[in-house]
């Protein structure tokens, strides 16, 4: 029993490797999209701010928003960010000053998905109170999100170190 029991232990270290390995790559690698909208957005303001992406897609009627964290942009750089336009034309951006003071909110719409967007945040604005709520509503349920799985991935780390510790040190003593 003790032979099954050590042999289920190393399948599932090697599969656990194996499956963060892939997830670490898929999730590090750079974003290129075929078919997709490049946008670039440029921070003009004289303060850092973070920017969230948020993709409308018009499916059967309904409307689904889909929240992207472009990052922190220090004044006069820069961000690219690649959009999957299929089943949209239009995109918001959301600028956070600190972690819940949203300072700019603003909707484009792109009427040519051949031609790359560029957006440059010059002052502080919020086109639409209605639509920036609804926009800060779905970057915090993003954050949320984001927030449990790096939970639950720290916790699968530690056991994966628990368990390979524990296989080499049965591998020591023999």
Known sequence: MAKWA?????????????IFTYWFIKKSAVAFVDNSVGLQVINKLPQA???????????DNTTKLEPKHVGKIRPEYYRVEY?????????WIVGYL???NLV????????????DQI????NYINQSMKLSDAAKKQ?????????????WITLDF???FLNLVLLLKKNNKN
């Open 49 to 59: 701010l973070d920017f969230y992406l948020i993709n409308v897609n018009k499916i």
């Open 83 to 91: 959009l999957k336009m299929d089943k949209s034309d239009e995109y």
């Open 158 to 160: 530690l056991l994966l």
């Open 119 to 122: 957006v440059e945040v010059q």
């Open 104 to 115: 700019y909110f603003s909707q484009h719409s792109v009427p040519n998905k051949n031609i």
């Open 98 to 100: 600190g972690k819940k």
């Open 139 to 151: 970057i915090d349920a993003y954050n949320y999100e984001n927030t449990k799985l790096g939970i």
């Open 6 to 18: 050590r042999l289920f232990r190393i399948v599932t270290v090697v599969s656990s490797i194996s």
